[in-house]
C-alpha cells in the first residue's frame, strides 16, 4: 500500500514537472524572435528596439534556441553600430554583457558558428584581446567551413586585423577566398576594409587563381 503511494505521488509529481517545461517553453515562444539573417554585409542589419520583455527572458533557459536567436541579434546590433557613427543602439545591446552572453551559450552549444562569428566581430572591435578573437574565428571555421553566407564577414574580420598571423588562419582565409572566387565573387568589401597586410594577401590569394581578376579590387 506505501509503495503504491510512493509511486503515485511519483508520478503526479513527473507530470507536473512536465507540465511546468512545457509551459515554460510556451512562455518562452511568446517572447522570441526569429533567428536573424546573418548579414553578408553589415550594412544589411536593421538595428530595431528590443522588443522581448525582460520577464520573459528568464524562460529562455527552457528553450535555448530562442535564447540564440535573441543572443545574435542583439551581437549584429553591436557590431554594426560600431561601424556607424549615426546608430543608437536599443535596449541593453551596448552593454557588454553581449560577449559574455555569447560565451555563456557556446559554452553548452559550441556548433553555432554564427555565434562564434559573431563573437570574433565583437572581440575585434573590443580590440582588446586578439587571442579571445582568434579562437572565436578559428571556431566559426571548423564549425562551418563550408558555409558560403559567412565567408564575407569571416574574411572581413581575418584581413582588417592581425588575425592573419596565425597560420591556421591564414589557411583557413585563403579556402574562403578560393571558394569564393570559385563562385564568381571577388571579395571586393573585405579589401575596402583590410589593413595593408590583409591587402597583400587578398591580392596575392586572388591573383595566384586568375591575375585578371586583380582589376577588380578598388585601386
Known sequence: MFSTRVVRLALVAFALGIGACGLASALAE??????????????QVTVTPDPIPSSLQSFFPFRTDLESNHALALALQKVQSTKSAKSKLPGRADEPFVERRLERILSTSPYDAELWLALAMLENNNGSNSLARNGALKMAYFTAPSATHLMPLRLVVTTSSDALADPDIRELARGDVLVMLSQKNVPISAYVQASRLGKEFLKETIQSVDSSLVVKLPR
Not at 30 to 43: K, N
Open 30 to 43: 511568446l517572447g522570441s524572435l526569429a533567428r536573424p539573417p546573418f548579414p553578408q554585409d553589415l550594412a
